[in-house]
C-alpha cells in the first residue's frame, strides 16, 4: 500500500485496490457556512474515493479560531474517539484544512489512527496519478516542500512507518533524517525539474507560430472528454479526481486553419500552494497559450465557486487576461437535475435564456453550452472556437494575406 515514506524512493504509481475506511472533519468558520462546509465535504469524500478511502462517517465542528493542540478541540477529539472505538475498521481520519505536524501527531496519539489532512491527500493522488518523469518529480517536490515545516512534529508517528493513504511518496530509510537532507534533495529536485524544462520550452518552440488553445478548469468537469471530441484523440479520462497530470498536446485544423490544443491539469480548491509551484512548468503551456477554453461542469450545485477557484488559479499563474471562451458542459446532467418531468418545452427554454443570460452579466465572459458525452452544441462551440482562432492569427499576423 504505497511507500513508507523513504526518501529518495520514487512514488508508488497506481490507486490501491484493497479500500481503506475513514471518517471526515470539517470546520464551520465565520468564512464557511454550513451548507459550504456540506458540500466541500462531499468534494474531500470525493477525493478520499479517488485515493482509495470509503467513508463511513462525517463530523463538523462549529469554531471562532483553530485549537492549536487538535485543531478541532478536546471535546470533538473525544466524540470522534468514541465513534472510533465502535468501528474498528476505521483506520483513517481525514481533515477538510492542513495540520500541522504537532497536531498531527498529538491527533494520532489520541485517536490511534492515521491522520491525513487535505494537502496530504491531494499529494497522494498526485503521486498516485504521475506517469512521466517530470509528474513524478514535479509531486515528489512538493512532497518534499509540504514535509520540510512539519518535520519536527511528524517524525515520531513516522516511526511507524506505515503505508497507505498519505504515507506515499517520499521518506527516509533512516528515522534520523533532518532538514538538511530534506534541503539537499529539494535542490537535487529542483534542478532536475530546470533541465527538464529546458527541453519543454525547445519542444514548445519547434511547435511554430501556431495559435495554442489551453483547456483549463476545474476538476472532474469534463475537460478530457471534450479534448478526446475536439482532438478526435484518445486521452485518458475517467469519472475521478485529477484523471490528468501531464499536459497533452494536439494539433488540429478546421477548415485549413491549424492550431493546437492543450489539456492541462485540473483545478480545485486549496490546491497546496507547493503544488502550484511544482507544476507551474507543467502550466506553462497555459500561460504561454493565447486562448482559454474554460470547462465548467453547470451541474455541480457550487460550479459558479468552481469558476472563481479556477480563476484565481490562473491569477497566481499570471495567465487570467486572455481571450477566453466559458463552456458550460454537461447541460444534459443539469436538466435531468433541476427540470421537473411535467415541465414542458417552453418553460425548459425560458429557463435557459434566463440562466445564460445571468451567467453571461455575472462572468462576462463569451459562452456557449453543450454537453461533451451527447455532443450536444458541439458544432457552435467548434465555430465560435474557430473565430477566436481565426481573430488571434490576425491579431499576430496583420500585415500577412490568409485566407481562413
Request: glycine share 6%; no cysteine.
Amino acid at each position: 500500500m504505497g511507500n513508507d515514506w523513504k526518501m529518495g524512493e520514487r512514488p508508488q504509481n497506481g490507486i490501491k485496490k484493497a479500500a481503506e475506511y475513514a471518517v471526515l472533519v470539517g470546520v464551520i468558520t465565520q468564512e464557511q457556512t454550513e451548507d459550504q462546509v456540506n458540500e466541500y465535504l462531499d468534494e474531500l469524500e470525493f477525493l478520499a474515493l479517488t485515493a482509495g478511502a470509503a467513508t463511513l462517517e462525517r463530523f463538523v465542528q462549529k469554531l471562532t479560531h483553530p485549537d492549536p493542540k487538535t485543531f478541532i478541540g478536546s471535546g470533538k477529539v473525544a466524540l470522534i474517539g468514541q465513534f472510533l472505538e465502535r468501528h474498528e475498521e476505521i483506520n483513517l481520519v481525514i481533515f477538510d484544512d492542513d495540520l500541522s505536524g504537532k497536531q498531527v501527531n498529538l491527533l494520532e496519539k489520541e485517536l490511534k489512527v492515521k491522520i491525513v489532512d487535505r494537502s496530504s491527500l491531494i499529494l497522494d493522488i498526485f503521486a498516485s496519478r504521475a506517469q512521466t518523469a517530470q509528474a513524478k518529480t514535479q509531486v515528489e517536490l512538493a512532497q518534499m516542500q509540504y514535509l520540510l515545516p512539519r518535520l519536527r512534529g511528524l517524525w515520531t508517528h513516522l516511526e511507524r512507518q506505515r503505508g497507505g493513504i498519505g504515507m506515499r511518496g517520499p521518506g527516509e530509510k533512516e528515522i534520523e533524517t533532518d532538514r538538511r537532507i530534506v534541503r539537499d534533495k529539494i535542490s537535487l529536485l529542483k534542478k532536475k525539474l530546470e533541465k527538464i524544462d529546458q527541453q519543454n520550452v525547445t519542444m514548445r518552440k519547434q511547435r511554430g507560430a501556431m495559435i495554442r488553445v489551453s483547456l483549463v478548469g476545474y476538476t472532474n468537469v469534463g475537460k478530457s472528454t471534450l479534448m478526446n471530441l475536439l482532438a478526435k484523440s484518445e486521452v485518458f479520462a475517467e469519472n475521478k479526481l485529477f484523471a490528468t497530470l501531464d499536459t497533452t498536446v494536439r494539433k488540429i485544423a478546421w477548415e485549413n486553419t491549424p492550431f493546437l490544443v492543450s489539456d492541462t491539469v485540473g483545478f480545485i480548491r486549496k490546491l497546496p500552494h507547493h503544488l502550484i509551484e511544482s507544476f507551474k512548468s507543467t502550466l506553462d503551456e497555459v500561460r504561454e497559450s493565447d486562448i482559454l477554453l474554460h470547462i465548467v461542469d453547470i451541474a455541480h450545485p457550487y460550479f459558479a465557486d468552481q469558476i472563481r477557484t479556477v480563476e484565481e488559479t490562473l491569477e497566481s499563474l499570471d495567465a487570467r487576461n486572455k481571450p477566453t471562451l466559458l463552456v458550460f458542459n454537461k447541460m444534459d446532467l443539469y436538466r435531468k437535475l433541476n427540470y421537473d418531468a411535467l415541465l414542458e418545452e417552453e418553460g425548459k427554454k425560458e429557463i435557459e435564456t434566463n440562466l445564460k443570460e445571468q451567467l453571461r452579466r455575472e462572468f462576462g465572459y463569451e459562452n456557449v453550452y453543450i454537453s461533451a458525452t451527447s455532443r450536444e452544441n458541439i458544432e457552435e462551440l467548434r465555430q465560435k472556437l474557430l473565430k477566436m482562432v481565426r481573430d488571434q492569427y490576425i491579431v499576430r499576423y496583420p500585415h500577412e494575406v490568409k485566407k481562413w
